[in-house]
């Protein structure tokens, strides 16, 4: 298995501690996709253990989006907009919600890749 995606997924913990975790995707052709959860040593807040339930319903639900992978979400949505309305999205959301944070800086990175080479 390689690794697909690997970033540090922030999330609300209890009475609204700021907290985050490790998430890495495994990816293997023809096999279901493995998401693994991991405490950071260094980062207080919420144990990823009491927050578990949450935590996988969020990522499931990148997941599912359209049927496709986060990564080919980000892609799709890349080469359908203009780069300016994609920045405005991504300073719009991540005024809104914390949690999209590495969505947003992913998106960044991919488009501006996409860019380059196209």
Request: charged share 25%; with cysteine.
């Amino acid at each position: 298995m390689s690794i697909k995606q690997e970033f540090v997924y922030r999330y609300s913990g209890f009475s609204g501690t700021a907290s985050c975790c490790n998430i890495r995707m495994l990816d293997d052709e023809d096999k279901p996709i493995v998401i693994l959860c991991s405490q950071m040593a260094d980062k207080p807040g919420t144990s990823v253990t009491n927050l578990a339930e949450s935590i996988s319903h969020d990522i499931r639900g990148f997941l599912e989006r359209d049927n496709i992978t986060l990564v080919d979400a980000i892609q799709n949505y890349i080469k359908s907009s203009r780069l300016t309305q994609i920045l405005d999205d991504l300073v719009s959301r991540l005024k809104e919600s914390k949690n999209l944070t590495v969505f947003a800086i992913e998106s960044i990175k991919l488009a501006l890749e996409y860019r380059e080479r196209y």
